[in-house]
């Protein structure tokens, strides 16, 4: 069976590009994902300094095989086409777009992009936080499967969620299930993968544990984070176990064999095992030797 490379995308942190300091701290630390903030972090007169310190922080190199992304404002802001100039002279690996109410607000970025001879390989992110992008949420994963706009991921702002419903962000988030469910879903039918939102008590551990353990079995691919401190916790919940793995590797290599080549389903201790579960490790697997690879 054939193993497809993925990138792991378990912890994704912010990063203001207003803070020098910060940009050049998270050269190493050991995360999946920097998000360089241009929005919520930098106040208005900041952002021209933020937008040159993050291009020189990228230009200048130095982030491993860390995936870089830059949160651009919105495209309803004064700030958007000097960001994403900014996003053009950088050459992150994908820009992170706030505010994304429907399929059409990602694809007026695509065309921007365009107009700006972005790379092609540029993706797109798209922030879910309103109640517009939870309703259009298929519509809006949909755009995954369009290489006109090279949509690769969700990220989920429980917080502003929480703003604009006007639903509580209490632990455990059961009145917001429903929505980060469906976000969820949208996410796979669209081929895409999703990051949950922030834990604001960077402080509270337990907490923040307890909530990524939740988001791992939703089903989201990782957690975006605002403290250094979050990672080693989101990598443990996020990361498939030795024991996930090595059951992965045994139905695989058991479905492999000529006898079972035409079977649907076979035993293993006791359980009978579908391949569409070999399918599935198959995703372990390589998620687990792409972790061990960044190690």
């Known amino acids: 069976m054939t193993q497809h490379p993925l990138k792991p995308r378990r912890s994704a942190l912010y990063m203001p590009g207003s803070n020098a300091r910060a940009l050049e701290k998270a050269k190493s630390l050991d995360v999946d994902c920097v998000i360089f903030d241009l929005e ?34 919105g495209l309803d802001t004064p700030y ?13 690996h994908a820009v992170l777009l706030p505010k994304v109410n429907t399929p059409g607000d990602l694809q007026r970025l695509a065309h921007k992009l365009a107009v700006l001879n972005a790379p092609t390989d540029l993706a797109i992110w798209a922030m879910m936080e309103t109640p517009q992008a939870i309703l259009n949420a298929p519509a809006i994963a949909a755009c995954g499967r369009d290489p006109e706009v090279r949509l690769s991921c969700l990220v989920l702002g429980t917080n502003d969620i929480a703003k604009e419903t006007r639903a509580a962000l209490n632990p455990g988030r059961a009145v917001m299930l429903p929505w980060l469910m469906t976000c969820v879903a949208a996410a796979r039918a669209g081929g895409i993968d999703i990051l949950d939102g922030v834990f604001n008590a960077f402080q509270d551990g337990e907490g923040f544990a307890a909530e990524c353990a939740q988001g791992a079995e939703m089903g989201m691919d990782g957690k975006t984070l605002i403290h250094p401190k979050q990672i080693e916790a989101c990598h443990a919940a996020f990361s498939p176990s030795e024991e996930e793995v090595a059951w992965a590797r045994r139905i695989n290599d058991l479905f492999d064999l000529p006898e079972n080549a035409d079977k649907g389903a076979i035993q293993v201790d006791g359980k009978m095992v579908e391949r569409l579960h070999a399918d599935m490790g198959l995703r372990v697997i390589a998620i687990a030797d792409a972790i061990a690879a960044r190690a």
Do not use: C, F, H, W
């Open 40 to 73: 919520d972090a930098v106040t208005p007169d900041q952002k021209p300094a933020a937008r040159q310190a993050i291009i020189d922080a990228l230009t200048g190199g130095g982030y491993g095989d860390r995936e870089l992304v830059i949160r651009s404002n």
């Open 80 to 92: 958007i086409d000097e960001d994403l100039k900014a996003v053009v002279a950088a050459r992150p």
